[in-house]
């Protein structure tokens, strides 16, 4: 049941129509994205004797926020700030490739650190952006299809099921892709694990924080999207 004030609203019936805050969702969602990667991926932290990658704290606040995109807005704009997401991934590895390449001044003292900070392998670059797209499109294939077979009950249950699914769909796909060989199998695997793990508590500990941007972002726009009529191939921008 809707909120008073909220209208449910079938996704294709919304064609462009301008949304007061989808712009600023979109651009939150992929400034996280990029952050969380460059700031975040070459740290190695321990606490509590257990060591983790720095980013995985800023990483799934990613998937939060698209969650709340489609929730919000519906599949095909969260399709939209995907591939705005997958754009700026790879602009981001080529200016990092090219910015450390370039030669360094004569007494710049700074190179190794740089390129240890950004000098990623095409490797590394790879597994991410592939498991980037498959894992967002996942969560938000997941999220709107169980929204429209629990009418748009249960929030809390599609947040965190479709959280399950698209950091499952990451992990699986990033840490083969970017170690296997380099690491053992069962580091691999128990990386691959703890880290999907870690991503879903963090994701179930946040959803008080979902539940409010959800809420005060549909009275903002009125509505409640619900995607009856859409496409679901990620292989489109329009929006429908």
């Known amino acids: 049941m809707s909120e008073p004030g909220v209208r449910k609203i079938d996704a294709y019936a919304l064609g462009a129509r301008p ?5 600023f969702c979109m651009a939150g969602f992929v400034a996280i994205l990029l952050l969380s990667n460059l700031i975040g991926a070459a ?28 929730e919000v807005y519906g599949y095909a ?11 700026a991934m790879l602009f981001m590895a080529l200016m990092s490739w090219v910015v450390v390449k370039l030669p360094p001044s004569e007494g710049w003292p700074d190179q190794k650190a740089y390129e240890a900070v950004f000098g990623s392998t095409w490797r590394i670059v790879f597994a991410s952006v592939a498991a ?16 429209l077979l629990t009418q748009g009950k249960h929030l809390w249950m ?26 053992t199998n069962a ?3 128990t990386v691959m694990i703890t880290n999907w793990l870690m991503k879903v508590t ?17 009275r903002a726009e009125g509505l409640d999207v619900f995607d009856e009529g859409t496409n679901f191939t990620p292989f489109r921008a329009s929006l429908s």
């Open 19 to 23: 949304l007061r805050y989808f712009d």
């Open 43 to 70: 740290k190695l932290s321990t606490v509590g004797g257990f060591t983790f990658g720095a980013g995985i704290l800023f990483f799934p606040l990613g998937y939060v926020l698209g969650d709340v995109l489609t």
């Open 77 to 87: 704009r969260a399709r939209r700030c995907v591939w705005a997401g997958f754009g």
């Open 132 to 147: 980037f797209w498959a894992g967002e499109f996942a969560n938000s294939f997941v999220l709107a299809k169980m929204k």
């Open 158 to 183: 599609r947040t965190i099921g479709s959280t399950v699914v698209g950091q499952g769909v990451d992990s699986l796909l990033f840490y083969p892709l970017a170690f296997y060989g380099d690491w």
């Open 187 to 189: 580091q691999v695997v």
């Open 202 to 218: 963090w994701e179930a500990v946040l959803t008080p924080v979902t539940y409010m941007v959800v809420g005060g972002l549909k």
